[in-house]
């Protein structure tokens, strides 16, 4: 293995310290609303209902999109059209065994066919 040369380090405590702040911002936050909670238990009833209709409208704009994605899909296909290869031929004769060849042998078919090309 190869001596990759001197290696220098940075000092992460910077980064520690802003994550450990937001770490406790985040604690804070859960624990304020917790106690507002606490004290006004009525407000999960305005809570839940926001959250379905808020889960109700994704629903419905997920199906729409579905829907125009669907109707656009079929002028598009109908415009594609189909492409196929002309001039081939794909004939099971000129299919050739790779029975028992190897990497090796591969290499020797494309010297061989080096040789043939230089003849």
């Keep these: 293995m190869t001596d990759a040369g001197p290696m220098g380090r940075n000092k992460t405590t910077g980064s520690a310290v802003g ?3 937001l770490i406790l911002v985040i604690v804070a936050i859960v624990i304020g609303f917790t106690w507002y909670i606490w004290k006004n238990p009525e407000i ?10 808020l ?7 997920v199906i729409i999109a579905y829907i125009i994605i669907a109707v656009l899909a079929v002028p598009y296909y109908a ?3 189909e492409s196929y290869q002309t001039g081939a031929t794909y004939d099971l004769n000129d299919v050739k ?7 090796d042998s591969k290499k020797d078919d494309a010297d061989d066919t080096d040789r043939d090309l230089k003849d």
Excluded at 44 to 53: P, T, V
Excluded at 55 to 61: D, F, K, S, T
Aim: net charge positive.
């Design 79 to 81: 415009l594609k059209g």
């Design 55 to 61: 889960a109700g409208l994704i629903i419905i704009i």
């Design 19 to 21: 994550i450990l702040a």
């Design 97 to 103: 065994s790779v029975k028992e060849k190897t990497s």
């Design 44 to 53: 999960l009833e305005d809570l839940a209902r926001f959250l379905i209709i």
